[in-house]
């Protein structure tokens, strides 16, 4: 049997859904959870072979993303697939780079659903028809940044990346901007993934090139 993990902060839509996997021959619902912290917890006590992801958590500095990655580097075999209403490049990404493995939007039918979890369950890659596209081209190297990518940040991001750029730590910053580390640090992930830079030394070069950093 195939056991999997639901993660959402909607009760109606996380029951739905696991009502509807838990109908499929060969899938059992081994649990949900409905926060970023519960659904770390829950892999490590439950051990599904898929998550069905929802990126937008309900509480202020959760993040899908971030149970992502830290779910994966817990339990690596885990297989990740996103299903949120996010459709934009910075969230695709971003989940991308976290490791998982498909990315549904939530109105996608059933049987894509279906066939979307047997799929990440046996190591393959599948998106949706909505983010294929541009996901692909990320995939293959071909994105590249948008001319305007600094400006697609938001006005917090700006702030801590200027932080970043004149040498202050994740600690410091926090301090500086009144928000926890674990905010900070989602704020930087948003900003690697809008710049598509592959670490903090190249954000901080291409801030510095924007004018950021100043005195």
Do not use: C, W
């Given at each position: 049997?195939?056991?999997?993990?639901?993660?959402?902060?909607?009760?109606?839509?996380?029951?739905?859904?696991?009502?509807?996997?838990?109908?499929?021959?060969?899938?059992?619902?081994?649990?949900?959870?409905?926060?970023?912290?519960?659904?770390?917890?829950?892999?490590?006590?439950?051990?599904?072979?898929?998550?069905?992801?929802?990126?937008?958590?309900?509480?202020?500095?959760?993040?899908?993303?971030?149970?992502?990655?830290?779910?994966?580097?817990?339990?690596?075999?885990?297989?990740?697939?996103?299903?949120?209403?996010?459709?934009?490049?910075?969230?695709?990404?971003?989940?991308?780079?976290?490791?998982?493995?498909?990315y549904l939007l939530k109105g996608a039918g059933p049987?894509?659903?279906?066939?979307?979890?047997?799929?990440?369950?046996?190591?393959?890659?599948?998106?949706?028809?909505?983010?294929?596209g541009r996901a692909v081209a990320y995939l293959t190297?071909?994105?590249?940044?948008?001319?305007?990518?600094?400006?697609?940040?938001?006005?917090?991001?700006?702030?801590?990346?200027?932080?970043?750029?004149?040498?202050?730590?994740?600690?410091?910053?926090?301090?500086?901007?009144?928000?926890?580390?674990?905010?900070?640090?989602?704020?930087?992930s948003n900003i690697l993934t809008k710049l598509q830079?592959?670490?903090?030394?190249?954000?901080?070069?291409?801030?510095?090139?924007?004018?950021?950093?100043?005195?």
């Amino acid at each position: 049997m195939l056991r999997v993990l639901v993660v959402d902060d909607h009760p109606v839509f996380r029951m739905g859904m696991a009502a509807l996997l838990g109908s499929l021959a060969g899938i059992v619902v081994a649990g949900e959870a409905d926060t970023a912290d519960g659904a770390v917890a829950a892999v490590t006590a439950l051990r599904p072979d898929v998550v069905v992801m929802d990126l937008h958590l309900g509480e202020p500095a959760a993040s899908g993303v971030e149970a992502t990655r830290e779910i994966l580097r817990l339990r690596p075999g885990t297989a990740v697939l996103v299903v949120t209403m996010l459709d934009d490049d910075a969230s695709v990404f971003a989940s991308v780079r976290a490791g998982a493995r498909g990315y549904l939007l939530k109105g996608a039918g059933p049987a894509e659903v279906e066939r979307a979890v047997r799929a990440v369950a046996n190591d393959e890659v599948i998106l949706g028809s909505a983010v294929a596209g541009r996901a692909v081209a990320y995939l293959t190297g071909a994105a590249v940044p948008a001319p305007d990518a600094m400006g697609a940040l938001t006005a917090r991001e700006r702030e801590v990346l200027d932080l970043v750029a004149r040498g202050l730590d994740n600690r410091a910053v926090s301090r500086h901007v009144v928000l926890s580390q674990k905010t900070v640090r989602n704020h930087l992930s948003n900003i690697l993934t809008k710049l598509q830079a592959a670490s903090r030394g190249e954000v901080i070069v291409r801030a510095r090139r924007a004018g950021l950093s100043g005195p």
